[in-house]
Each structure stands twice: as C-alpha cells, then as structure tokens.
C-alpha cells in the first residue's frame, strides 16, 4: 500500500509522534509511505523512515535541497491551507490511502481530488473542547474549523473508545497510540516506599489548564508539609512563573530513552488531565509499561485495578491517593502492576499499526 500523510509543519507532541511511529513501522512491514508538509516547516521532530514531500504555497513539489524559506509572523494559515490543496490535487491519485489526523488537514484532504485513493481522518481527540480554552476570536475560530472537520466526507478512525459517537465524531473504530517495549520496559526495582527512604513522585508538566499541573503542585505541597520523605521530580520546566519548591527537581528528558529513564526514576506517575477522561494519555501509557504506579483522573488503560483514579481538579484527592500508594501491602502493590502490565499489552507498535493498516485495507 502506498500512503500519503499530510501535515502542516513538523512539530512537538504526542500526535506528531504516533504518525512517525506508524510510518516507520508501515515502511517495514512493506508498505510505502510519504508525509507531505509545507516547505516551510523544519524537518521531522520524531525519527522517520518515510520520504517527506514538501509543497508550495501553488502546490508545486520543492526539492529537499531547495533553501527553506520561513513562515510569517502571521498569515500563514491561507497559504498552507492552498499549498496543501493543491498538492493533494497534484498527487493524491498516486497514493492508496491519504490520511488526515488533524482537522486542520481534514478540509483540504476532503475537498482534493485524489483519484481512486481512499480518505482517512485519524481522529485524535475531540479538538473543538481544547480550543474552547483558547482566548479571543481565533480560539472561536480554530473551534469551529476543528468541529466542521468531523462532518466532511472522510472516513474517520479515533485513537480511544471514548471517541465512538463522541459529539459530532463519527468514527466506528478506534486504534490506539502505541509504544516501544523495548524502550519503555519494565523496571527492575519496585517503587521505594520505606519508612525511611524519600518518595519521589513524578508529573509531565503542561502549561494548559486541562493539563492539571496545578492540582499536582498542590497536592505535593500538602504531602511535604507533612512528611519529609516525600520530593517531586517535574519533567520539562512548565510550573507556574514563581512556583519553587526545595524539595522539587525539575528535569528535561533527552528524547524516548530519557523520558522512559524518568518514569523509572520516580516512584509513582501522577497524570491529572481534566477534559476527555478515557482517552488515551502518553504520561499513563508510558509509566504503567515502565512498571511505575500511575495516579490519574482516568485515562487509557488505567482503571481501579491497576491504577488509583482520583477526581479532576481535586489535589486533596491525589493527596490521599499517594498516601494510601505509599501504604498499600507490598503484594497488593505487586498485583496492581502486574495488572497494568497486561494491560499495556496491546499498545505495543507491532500490534497497534497492523491493526490500523488492515482496518484501512478493509473494503469499505
């Protein structure tokens, strides 16, 4: 099969991740796979072994070597849109299956016409409910864009069953993110948790409210009022301006291999996102196949029998939720990770991009 994924620019996040992952696996399983991007966007931020083909604002092909001109301090967003359409036009008939994965590459994916290839929206969270936190009218605007995206004639696949019949998304199958167990293995030791040894807890530090970084600063300056052992290792520097703690370590991870060192570093993963519970969440993912203790709000596959679920926006409650962590018997702890260890099973990329390319082999 031959597949064409279009993006605007090569970014950082978990989306732009899952689609370098699933080219790569793609390409080894025979397929053939190209990303299609502005050329003013930098290269891929994630490894790729996909050929990438940048356009024009006219949809004309640049060459790689071409020098790479750079976007606008504004005013981008017309060209990109055109460009794209305009190479999809151009190209789309050479491919099998171009996919769409997020709603700003919907429209354009929907309205080029691309011969006899088959259009695929991967529907990575409902779009609309984060821009609703967006400030002014580009907020509105970006929330109106990303809700029409899922009424245009793409067949849509979301990456979590709570996105089946979720608002106005129309997907009838879900196809998870996934990871690398060679990367993000299971720990050796067990979490400590010794009267006498330091308690170090984790977070992903977010900027955005939904992120829930707030709650967990909250809680663990409650817990070190009360006992020394406990210290906070924050992953990337996202705290409020101001916040500091003596007791708190912020770090920065050095790509897969350091973020999977950190989870195994900490002695249990606090994930406390508030919007869009049951989705899946890379924090939850990637720490519960580390063999760390995950306390989350309820995200993919974490439940009560794995994990310890607490309520959005509530640091008492993550509060007790680290303490009854830090108190629970050594084998009820040891069968809760054993739990999450199966349950991470599926996520695993061999597993996760066949499914995805024999759904899309399906005839529809």
Not at 16 to 44: C, I, K, T, Y
Not at 141 to 161: D, E, G
Not at 191 to 218: A, C, F, M, Q, W
Request: include cysteine.
């Amino acid at each position: 099969m031959r597949l064409l994924i279009p993006v605007a620019s090569f970014e950082v996040g978990g989306g732009f991740r899952v689609l370098s992952e699933l080219s790569n696996h793609w390409m080894r399983q025979g397929h053939e796979v190209s990303f299609l991007v502005d050329a003013r966007s930098g290269p891929p931020r994630y490894p790729t072994t996909a050929s990438v083909r940048r356009f024009d604002p006219h949809g004309a092909e640049v060459p790689a070597s071409a020098p790479r001109p750079a976007f606008s301090a504004s005013g981008n967003t017309r060209s990109v849109y055109l460009g794209m359409l305009r190479a999809l036009t151009r190209i789309g008939a050479d491919y099998d299956i171009i996919l769409a994965n997020h709603s700003f590459t919907a429209l354009p994916v929907a309205l080029a016409r691309a011969g006899r290839a088959r259009k695929w929206y991967y529907v990575q969270a409902y779009e609309p409910e984060y821009y609703s936190f967006e400030p002014g009218w580009k907020g509105r605007v970006l929330q109106a864009m990303s809700a029409l995206s899922y009424s245009l004639p793409l067949t849509q696949v979301a990456n979590a069953p709570i996105y089946i019949g979720y608002r106005s998304i129309r997907a009838r199958d879900w196809i998870p993110p996934g990871l690398d167990p060679a990367i993000f293995h299971r720990r050796r030791d067990q979490p400590r948790r010794n009267p006498d040894s330091k308690v170090t807890l984790g977070v992903i530090s977010r900027t955005e409210e939904t992120k829930g970084t707030i709650y967990v600063l909250e809680a663990f300056e409650r817990l070190a009022r009360k006992d020394e052992r406990y210290h906070l290792k924050v992953a990337y520097n996202n705290v409020p301006a101001g916040w500091s703690h003596p007791r708190c370590e912020i770090v920065v991870p050095d790509g897969d291999e350091g973020l999977a060192d950190y989870y195994r570093s900490i002695d249990a993963m606090i994930a406390p996102g508030t919007v869009q519970l049951g989705a899946c969440h890379y924090p939850v993912l990637e720490a519960m196949s580390c063999g760390t203790p995950v306390i989350t709000t309820g995200y993919l596959p974490a439940d009560e029998r794995n994990s310890w679920i607490v309520p959005v926006r509530d640091a008492a409650a993550i509060e007790r939720a680290v303490e009854d962590f830090v108190s629970i018997d050594e084998p009820a702890l040891h069968a809760k990770l054993d739990r999450a260890a199966l349950a991470i099973r599926t996520f695993y990329w061999d597993a996760v991009s066949k499914a995805f390319m024999d759904l899309m082999a399906e005839p529809l």
